[in-house]
């Protein structure tokens, strides 16, 4: 499988900034996603990273919030705009080559905003 | 939109004893089912999943079994050992324009005692 990597690892961010994170994968692939997972919860889908337009957002995100990019077919960026310490979570991209659904995660980053 | 539920919260084992956990889904259109295993500061690691063409997968010491009609799979892990602890989610997926979009279990942690 791909390896993929994300920066930073974690943060400690101040309340009205923005964090930019970074996914990177060592091949091309199909589909990128960012997911969000809070303190002692599951997964949740933010967004699908959409190589050379824009992201397809899922219910109760909005790309004020959280803009993504995704230049090529091996990177993105997530930015967690205008922090709130409601926005302390781990945030994981994750990556499908598309042809069997297998997806797979980067490590994650993990924010807390004070 | 899809909607999985996940039984049970927690789940206490002796080893060597089996493990069961169970995931419904409400969209009839999903048409694939994988499980992930999170260790605590890990990354989610896909162990195993299943198509809607399939009933039943195993691998070694795991394996999934998927009701169709009854919109229900389930993870069975077998003679089961400490380093099996950890939280598990189920996850659904459609095809078409959701293609590659998990939709998460609320997860389960599994603890075994040695």
């Known amino acids: 499988s791909a390896v993929i990597s994300q920066k930073p690892s974690r943060d400690i961010c101040q309340r009205g900034t923005s964090l930019t994170i970074q996914c990177q994968v060592d091949s091309q692939v199909t589909m990128m996603f960012w997911y969000r997972q809070q303190p002692g919860q599951s997964l949740t889908l933010i967004a699908t990273?959409?190589?050379?337009?824009?992201?397809?957002?899922e219910s109760g995100f909005v790309i004020d919030k959280f803009p993504i990019s995704r230049p090529n077919l091996t990177f993105s960026t997530l930015t967690v705009s205008n922090m709130s310490p409601e926005d302390s979570s781990i945030y994981l991209c994750s990556v499908t080559d598309g042809s069997y659904n297998e997806q797979f995660f980067g490590p994650g980053t993990r924010l807390t905003v004070l | 939109g899809e909607n999985v539920e996940q039984h049970p919260s927690t789940l206490s084992v002796q080893e060597g004893d089996s493990a069961v956990i169970k995931c419904t889904y409400s969209d009839s259109a999903s048409n694939y089912f994988p499980w992930y295993k999170q260790e605590l500061g890990k990354r989610p690691q896909l162990i195993i999943d299943?198509?809607?063409?399939?009933g039943e997968k195993k691998d070694q010491r795991i394996a999934v079994t998927l009701n169709k009609t009854a919109k229900h799979f389930s993870l069975h892990i077998t003679e089961t050992q400490p380093e099996d602890s950890a939280v598990y989610f189920c996850a659904a997926s459609t095809g078409g324009t959701s293609y590659g979009k998990l939709t998460f279990g609320q997860g389960t942690i599994l603890t075994v005692h040695p």
């Open positions: 990273a959409n190589q050379g337009s824009e992201a397809t957002y």
């Open positions: 299943i198509r809607s063409n399939v």
